[in-house]
Structure formats: C-alpha cells, structure tokens
C-alpha cells in the first residue's frame, strides 16, 4: 500500500478498464487504484474483480447500485480513502482522456512543489493553462468547454484556467475539510464546486498542463443536461457562497456520503 490512491468511476467501461489498470500499475512511482463501478451491465466490475487476483494490494472495487453519478461515484471513494489513511487522492477517467504518465506530474506538484511555487493542496491537471490542449474533440465541444471555463471565471472571480478538468489531486486534509459539508452537484457541476470551494476556503490550487485526449473506446457520458446543471450551477453556487462562512468544521465532524439530491440525479 503507498499513501496514493487513483479513484476512477466507471459505468460500462469494459473496453478500457483492463488496460487503464494495467498502464497505471506500469508507472515507476507506486499508485493504488479503486474502481468505483455503478452497476455496469457489461461486466467492467467482473474484470476488476479477475485483475485483484493479479493486483491484490493494489486494486480495489467499490460496487453501487445503479448510475448515481460522477459526484456521488468520487465523495464514496474518497470517504473509502480517507477511512483508510490515504494522503493524496486522484480522480481520473478510465478512457484514457487523462494520461496516466502525469499522475506523476500532479503528485509532485502538491508532495514536492518547485523552487518557484510551493506544496499544492490541489493539483489541477489543465487543458487550457498553456493554450488548448485538447485531441480529437470537435470544434464546437472545444469552444463550449473553454466557454465554460471563462464563464465560471467571470461568475466566480476563481483565477482557474480550467475548472470544469476532472483531472485532480487532492491532498487528504482537503477533503476532511470539503466533505464536512454537503457537495451539491453530482454532474459537470460538480468539479467547479470542488475546486471553487477549496479556494474559499484558502487552499493552494495549481494547474499543470496536460494534453486531453479524447476517448476512441466506449461512449462518452458527457449530454446537454449535465451542461446545462453546470451553467445553472455556477450562477446557484455564487450566490450561495454569499450566506456560507468558509470556517473548516472540527475534525470530528461527520463526513458527508453524497451529494444532496444524489438519487435522482444523472450519472456522468
């Protein structure tokens, strides 16, 4: 066991799963994986369960009921992780969006830090800190990711470049802080209120640049209404934030388990 945890949620992932979990564990820096897998009927679950055998201290399943979603899928990982001494926490996508080669790049930014910027609590791997990284997407799905992005920046005033990437690090007392309050969103909304919440509250954010490639296995998960929850959230979150003080709770506070709403949400 190291103290890294890869969380990855899936849902009919079977076309990827096998070769994310093998990439992962090829790196030269040690990670551990849990697969969160909300029923998917095509058996991703079952390949998870035949790879512990290969990986037994490595590989973990956390199994849910049905398509709860991507916010629901991340909050039972991390509540899994922190229960079990884990210090930094990554989210990333099974389809291989996400390079797993700059996992290593993220945990340096917040265990190591660089002569010009220190120890990160969150690490941000980010599309559009250097220009636009973005393979294989379509103009128009270019224009309306960046769009968000300056939109949540206009509404928010949070100086990310990208902060609606699902490409993450969270250092461990991060989440003991954010999850001592409910998370609202459970879709694309989601990850601009992880990051804007941490920076409320203070923590040091960093963006690392990555190239996004979009997947060429399996179905994207992305639909208008988890952008529209996203559009309609930011201004929900904003003025929301208005009426919150951004005081960390005491640390035996209990955490929360999911989003609120979370049943009748769409998964991502």
């Given at each position: 066991?190291?103290d890294r945890l890869v ?8 076309e990827?799963?096998?070769a ?5 564990f090829?790196?030269t ?6 697969i969160?897998d909300d029923g998917?009927?095509?058996g991703t679950?079952?390949v ?6 290969e990986f037994?201290d490595?590989?973990h399943?956390?199994e849910r ?9 991340y909050?039972a990982?991390?509540?899994w992780?922190?229960?079990r ?6 989210e990333?996508d099974?389809d291989f ?5 700059d ?6 930014a917040c265990?190591?830090?660089t002569?010009d910027?220190?120890?990160?609590d ?6 559009y800190?250097k220009?636009?990284?973005v393979?294989?997407w ?8 960046y769009?968000?992005?300056v939109?949540?920046r206009?509404?928010?005033g949070m ?5 609606t990437a ?5 250092r461990a007392?991060?989440?003991r802080?954010l999850?001592?309050n ?6 694309y909304a989601?990850q ?6 941490c920076?409320k509250?203070?923590?040091h ?10 997947r060429?296995?399996g179905?994207?998960?992305m ?5 529209k929850e996203?559009?309609l959230g930011?201004l929900q979150?904003k003025l929301?934030?208005?009426?919150r003080h951004?005081?960390p709770?005491?640390?035996n ?6 989003p609120v ?8």
């Open positions: 066991m190291t969380i990855i949620p899936t849902f009919n992932e079977i990827n799963i096998e994310i979990i093998r990439r992962v090829s790196l820096t040690p990670f551990d994986l849990l969160v998917s009927p095509d679950a079952l998870v369960k035949t790879l512990q055998a037994p490595q590989l399943l956390l009921r049905g398509k709860l979603g991507l916010g629901t899928a909050i990982g991390f509540n992780a922190l229960a001494g884990y210090e930094y926490l990554f990333m099974a969006s996400h390079n797993p080669d996992l290593i790049r993220l945990y340096r265990a190591e830090g002569p910027a220190p120890r990160a969150v690490a941000v791997g980010s599309r800190i220009g636009v990284n393979v294989n379509p103009i128009g799905r270019v224009l309306m990711s769009g968000a992005g939109y949540v206009f509404i928010t100086p990310i470049m990208d902060p699902g490409f993450v690090c969270y007392h991060v989440l802080v999850l001592q409910p998370i609202k969103f459970v879709g989601f601009i209120e992880m990051k804007f919440t920076w509250y203070g923590f954010l960093t963006e690392v640049p990555i190239i996004f490639t979009d060429t296995r179905e994207s998960k639909s208008s209404k988890i952008f996203a559009i930011v979150m929301g934030s208005f009426f951004y005081i709770l005491p640390q506070a209990a955490p929360v388990t999911a709403g979370a049943a009748a949400a769409e998964a991502v």
